[in-house]
């Protein structure tokens, strides 16, 4: 996989594209939900960017089939995860990963393992439990 800036644009799209298309399916719910969660605009991103990092990241995940599926061990997940350190946007693409996630009503295993992974990793170098919590 090709490296990103810490905290880029580019760092945080593949974020997004990699929970579009960790299942194996890009579906345009995902896309829409993609769009109305206001996003790309936030990480300083357009359409054609985003369009860009996408297919740049399927050509990087065919660099790692074995025996004709595509391989995303633990230890690459966390290596894009790496790429975004700072907490307000760890925050952001975590949320709109999981509005991707839920958009086309079923959560595969894939996306529970990257989403897990996300906060996993994200919540412990970023103190998202120390967070003050808001009331509903």
Partial sequence: MRAY???SPQAAGRI????????GNLTPSE?????RSKILPYIALDVAGFEQLLQDLCDDMLQTVVHGAVQLDQALIDSL??????????RHLLQAMWRIADADGWLADAEAILLSRANTVWSAESNF???PRRSA
């Fill in 31 to 35: 896309l829409r939900a993609l769009e």
């Fill in 81 to 90: 995860l790496d790429e975004i350190r700072e907490p307000d946007l760890r």
């Fill in 129 to 131: 439990s120390d967070r």
């Fill in 5 to 7: 800036q810490t905290n």
């Fill in 16 to 23: 997004l594209a990699l929970a579009m298309v960790v299942d």
